[in-house]
């Protein structure tokens, strides 16, 4: 009952934002609107028991993606203090095609039969993902690293490049 | 992990923002209000401002927004290794050097590249 309540009220603080990030004239706004969206899906992850996960849209999305689409309004020519209509005239046929596709996600979502795997879920989700990637997956875990190295050195060759 | 204990971090969101409406509300209601031209200029420390608040930034800001968002990355794999670093003791210690220390290589290119110079 109380997991239903918060389940809306959880919702709510995802759709509402939400529909200001694709309604509002204001680009920055759009954009600052993400961020209680990413936290409303944040208490989504945590109702199904994924702190993990929870945790890396807070650190990544609201706080990582939210910057750099802030940096990239800004860096873009009259990307800021304009006013934009992010609508054009075929508004209905848009509502139309996303209620037909919202419709048959819920008719698919109630006719799949969803399997539950055995086995319980650890208590604390990340300290589990924590010890696995740690032991028995330490070759993946140390070439992330080698991944995230490269993604920083290409993001300044590109960086670079523009000067 | 009970789903009950995130009620205190909601408790704590709730008084939060709650906080921060208020604060704005006491300002609302006491604050005389007043209304010329000169108020509603940018504020820029005093002298007279050159152009809107909202310009069109210099490109470099781009690479250090990147650099932000390579380490926050990096801080998501902190994140289960400080939880389970106890139990793990010494070897993940050192797995985490490792993966530390390739990630500070590309902070080294960084500055010997001078990307985080500004000249």
């Given at each position: 009952m109380g997991t239903l309540a918060a389940f809306f009220i959880l919702s709510a603080v995802t759709l509402i934002p939400a529909v200001v990030v694709v309604t509002s004239k204001n680009i920055v706004r759009s954009a600052l609107a993400l961020v209680p969206t990413f936290f409303g899906i944040t208490g989504l992850y945590i109702l199904l028991r994924a702190e993990f996960v929870a945790g890396i849209q807070v650190l990544i999305y609201a706080g990582a993606i939210t910057v750099l689409i802030l940096f990239v309004i800004m860096l873009?020519?009259?990307?800021?203090?304009i006013r934009i209509r992010?609508?054009?005239?075929q508004v209905p046929v848009g509502a139309l095609a996303s209620a037909v596709l919202a419709a048959l996600l819920i008719w698919v979502f109630l006719r799949t039969p969803w399997p539950q795997g055995p086995g319980a879920l650890p208590e604390y989700t990340a300290a589990q993902i924590g010890t696995t990637l740690l032991s028995s997956m330490v070759l993946v875990f140390e070439v992330t690293s080698l991944v995230l190295l490269i993604s920083l050195i290409g993001a300044i060759i590109i960086a670079r490049r523009e000067r | 992990m009970l789903l009950l204990d995130w009620l205190y971090v909601a408790a704590f969101a709730v008084i939060g923002l709650l906080l921060a409406a208020l604060s704005l509300a006491i300002v609302w209601v006491l604050s005389p209000r007043s209304a010329y031209p000169q108020k509603r200029m940018t504020y820029e420390s005093g002298v007279v401002p050159?152009?809107?608040?909202w310009a069109q930034f210099n490109i470099r800001y781009y690479l250090f927004g990147l650099v932000f968002v390579i380490f926050a990355v990096e801080v998501i794999y902190l994140y289960p290794w400080a939880i389970v670093f106890r139990q793990l003791g010494k070897f993940a210690f050192f797995e985490m050097l490792i993966f530390l220390v390739v990630l500070l290589l590309g902070l080294a290119y960084a500055w010997r590249k001078g990307a985080l110079e500004w000249t």
């Open positions: 873009t020519e009259g990307g800021t203090g992010q609508v054009n005239e | 050159i152009g809107q608040a």
